[in-house]
């Protein structure tokens, strides 16, 4: 049923804008006037659903990723050095700065000294558990690659790093079905409770507690443990902002052409001009700059663009199992999920990514044409 569920392109896109409407509904008592983004996002949502229906693009049988091994590959051998470079980037960012979670949990947004170079390389971090299991063999190696790619995101309080990894790891070792104690759901599922856990306690070093934040919570909410809370808040506040933006009408184009645009500008939303309800609760979703820039049918179409990207990243599979179709397919589909959370798919770092991934090959086959134990691909 799970492995059924996830060929679905909706199940990444349609299914969490779904859970973060129903989060807002659960979580806030919104005016009538912010309740048009509930109507906005269920649009999209049934509009995607019939996409899926009529198009009928789906994931490849789950029998194509059964054991999937790149390791003795060209491509794989290829991003296991990046997977290498990612780990030794993390390593100095952790040596040669504070770290955040000891020193001093305010200096996770800093990024002074050349930290904002270094971390352009450690932020992918992401990639080392996926890669950990489909470019080494040596369980020794994989364990450690797992292990930085958890641990990193926890010292920095990149909490977004954390999830990324979580969802490619998890996901990866769903799609791969290979049988081992280690990879059991009696490991996986309560693994996933404590990641949960510590996201919440995350949220609250990183930003204190969620009282009198000035919002209009629901009585739910306000009865709701302190961790339970983050969640509540991490899942409802962007399409909440989203849907108030929208019914301010409310015009700004800075935040999207810095996302789009290398160094042109800043991409918080902490501190600026935005008119959110809660200055410090300011994510608003993936098509939160397209509607500040072009209204709401310009988020609209933002929402069908990401469609369309993740449609593409499945039919790279539906052609090739490879290393890097794999990890455009990963991305890709995490920063669907996370589309109703916070801005992601539509940045220039994520375009670089995918220009990374789509150079792997590429790199490959200007490798020597004999190299020991290796697949030519």
């Known amino acids: 049923m799970l492995l059924t569920l996830l060929r679905y392109p909706s199940t990444y896109l349609a299914l969490p804008m779904v859970v973060a409407v129903a989060g807002m509904v659960v979580s806030f008592e919104p005016s009538v006037a912010v309740l048009g983004g509930v109507l906005f996002f269920a649009t999209a949502v049934a509009a995607i659903v019939v996409f899926d229906v009529f198009l009928g693009i789906r994931l ?44 001093d949990p305010s200096l996770y947004a800093t990024f002074d ?25 040596s369980w020794t190696v994989r364990i450690a690659l797992i292990a930085i790619g958890l641990i990193f995101p926890i010292l920095v309080i990149d909490r977004n790093r954390l999830f990324a990894a979580l969802f490619s790891l998890v996901l990866t070792l769903v799609l791969r079905q290979q049988k081992s104690p280690l990879l059991s759901w009696k490991v996986i599922v309560p693994f996933l409770i404590g990641a949960l856990a510590l996201f919440s306690l995350l949220g609250a070093i990183r930003s204190g507690t969620l009282d009198n934040q000035g919002l209009p919570l629901s009585g739910v909410f306000r009865n709701s443990p302190q961790g339970v809370k983050w969640l509540l808040l991490y899942v409802s506040a962007g399409v909440y902002n989203f849907s108030s933006i929208m019914a301010k009408d409310y015009h700004n184009t800075s935040i999207l052409i810095a996302q789009l645009v ?16 809660k200055a410090t609760i300011n994510v608003g979703t993936e098509f939160f700059p397209f509607l500040m820039a072009f209204g709401w049918s310009g988020a609209m179409l933002s929402i069908f663009a990401l469609y369309g990207m993740l449609l593409w990243s499945i039919v790279l599979l539906q052609n090739e199992i490879a ?19 916070a801005p992601q798919a539509f940045t220039w770092t994520n375009f670089g990514f995918v220009a990374i991934c789509l150079a792997i090959p590429i790199i490959a086959h ?12």
Request: hydrophobic share 50%; with cysteine; charged share 15%.
């Open 323 to 341: 290393v890097w179709r794999v990890l455009v397919f990963l991305r890709i589909s995490y920063v669907s999920v996370m589309s109703p959370f």
């Open 113 to 137: 000294g050349g930290r904002n170079h270094v971390r352009h390389i450690s932020n992918l971090s992401w990639i080392l558990p996926p890669l950990a299991l489909l470019c080494f063999r």
């Open 262 to 277: 290398p160094f042109s500008g800043s991409t918080v939303t902490l501190g600026s001009e935005i008119p959110l309800d």
């Open 60 to 103: 490849p049988e789950p029998a194509s990723f059964q054991g999937m091994d790149f390791s003795q590959t060209r491509q794989g051998a290829v991003a296991a050095a990046l997977c290498c470079l990612v780990a030794a980037f993390c390593v100095v960012d952790l040596t040669a700065f504070p770290i955040p979670l000891i020193v």
């Open 366 to 377: 200007f490798l020597p044409g004999r190299l020991k134990g290796m697949d030519q691909r």
